[in-house]
């Protein structure tokens, strides 16, 4: 018999009762939050259960919600139960001023990379890894570029075709558009004079 969501979910609120919470299953993974302090002791727990079996670390990130005051970077663990195919996903907040959650190198040995990787992006503080530093990014950086704290667009750039990106122009990319892909003699005249 398959592992399903409500046997994984029964078995943790047994263990770890209301301390678990945001359940949700979006297209069917089983979803839901921990404390950031208890985030090994479910890891090792949903490791160690031999129903529960999740011994692959599929994936780990961060996300940043900047409107959640006191936890506003998330991090995202997707685990997989190999034996019956199934996956969930466990998140923990930290707060950005001191984003510290423990270290799960430990227990999953490919958490060291992705760790790195989440903490150069991110910022997050994983207590306990063997070496925490930044993998792709410059030593020399002093920001988290995927935190949400920068603006999308250089607002000061000149150099971009407002028609090319939907916004706005002539020639049926924005909200004028023109009969059966023709040109009025006003638009041909004002193209005329783009042409160099």
């Known amino acids: 018999m398959s592992l399903s969501n409500e046997t994984i979910q029964q078995k943790l609120t047994e263990k770890f009762g209301e301390a678990l919470t945001e359940w949700q299953q979006p297209y069917g993974m089983l979803t839901f ?3 950031r302090d208890l985030n090994l002791k479910i890891l090792q727990h949903l490791f160690d259960d ?3 079996g999740f011994r ?10 900047p409107e959640r005051k006191g936890e506003e970077l998330a991090v995202v663990y997707h685990l997989h139960n190999l034996r019956d195919n199934v996956r969930i996903r466990m998140k923990v907040f930290a707060p950005v001023e001191k984003p510290d959650v423990y270290s799960a190198t430990a227990l999953y040995a490919s958490a060291n990379f992705m760790e790195r990787e989440t903490y150069d ?3 997050v503080n994983f207590v306990g890894h063997p070496n925490l530093i930044r993998i792709l990014n410059v030593d020399e950086m002093d920001y988290f570029p995927m935190r949400k704290e920068f603006p999308l667009e250089d607002q000061t750039r000149i150099d971009k075709d407002d028609e090319m990106f939907g916004r706005g122009g002539t020639l049926g990319f924005g909200t004028e558009k023109t009969t059966h892909g023709t040109l009025t003699e006003e638009n041909k005249h004002n193209e005329g004079e783009k042409i160099v």
Request: aromatic share 22%.
């Open 33 to 35: 939050t921990a404390p």
């Open 50 to 52: 031999a129903e529960l």
């Open 56 to 65: 692959f670390l599929t994936d780990l990130q961060a996300v940043h919600y």
């Open 121 to 123: 992006f991110f910022g």
